[in-house]
């Protein structure tokens, strides 16, 4: 006999059967999940710590820190030397076409030293700096070719600057061996260029821990200091000079003649992952305080749209090229201005000749004499001669 059951228990039972199916299939799916889980989570297939410290490269940091990872990588750190593949020039940002020396192609060099805001240089096959011909500097601040060190000949000159131009640098001396199997190299290195882990220590472990005490974060001067001191010795403001031009990496013998160097460090006014030379074009800011910020009381000098850097930081050294007698390519730090009449920048003692050996700050011959003439009509070529004397009444009440 047929049973007719009621509609809504049939309803019911329907539910209730779905409801066991569903319950079912989210049993199957938690046991899943938590197998998964459970796998996920054993100690082999977690990334271990490492024992020891090793470089994990600047690529590595990016995958935390890409906004500081993009500025830094329009800044120039990173292209202090780069290799050559393929005989094709390097990629430099904002760089133009970078000429050869002559009777060279790019198959014929190896490494490129520099190349971003001042000078580039270049390495030969062997491993030597290419001395002596034509075009063996290429300066791309004027577009022009210079030869480097004339007096040495090609093909003897080794590299040892990898101390201040790659990251990881091993001297010979120290145990390293030369770079690539290339006789002219005097150490080894991790990469060319100065990037992340030159400045805060091998990352390898921090990339695994994400731990602050697992890097170095250094602010200070002396971190700097490693490259841009030439001297390194304790309140020893001499800046070795060359041809009547201070050398390259002299900003912290500049920055010891004044307060600067006690009341703040280059992180003061700068960021240092960003570019300072292409300010305007890349990534980031360079530098991130203007001179009113600590200097608001001094009153501005209304003096042919005179900036504060143009008077304190005359271009007083010279990277690859110079613009006349008394302008080269690079800033001084000593931001102090001495106005004597008499004062010369430059004086010449026992060891040799310095830069500001007295600490009084950059003389009035650099200071004012990249836009006036001096007597032989030899400097700028933006305003009318002026005497040291002239200069001198000027300098003295120039912001009253």
Known sequence: MKVLLPKKYCINQIENTMYCLNKIKFSILLIAGLAIGFTSCKKDDVDPIPDTLEFAGSETCKTCHSTIHANFMESGHPYKLQKVVGGVQPTIPFAPTILTPTGYTWNDISYIIGGYGWKARFIDNKGYVITKVAGSQYNPGNNTQSVYNGSVATGTEKYTCGVCH??????????????DGLEGMGGSFYSGGVHCEQCHGMGNIHAVTKLKSDI??????????????????????????????????????QLMTNK?????????????????????????NGVTKSCESCHASIKPANHFNATCIDCHMPKTAKNGISFNKYQGDAPNHNFKINTSATAKYLT?????????????????DFVCYSCHRDADGIGGNKASKKTMLELSNMAKTFHK
């Not at 790659?166 to 770079?179: E, F, L, V, Y």
């Not at 600067?260 to 980031?284: E, F, M, P, W």
């Open 260 to 284: 600067h160097y006690t009341n703040g460090s280059c992180n003061s006014c700068h960021d240092v992952h960003s570019s300072t030379v292409k300010d305007s074009q890349a990534k980031g």
């Open 216 to 253: 170095k974060v250094d602010k200070t001067t002396d971190l700097c200091a490693n490259c841009h001191q030439r001297r390194k010795l304790a309140g020893d403001t001499k800046q070795q000079t060359s041809g009547g031009w201070e050398m390259h990496r002299n900003q912290v013998e």
């Open 348 to 364: 010449t003692d026992a060891t040799g000749t310095w830069a500001n050996i007295d600490g009084k700050g950059t003389t009035l």
């Open 166 to 179: 790659t990251t990881g640098w091993k001297s010979i001396a120290d145990g390293g061996s030369p770079q």
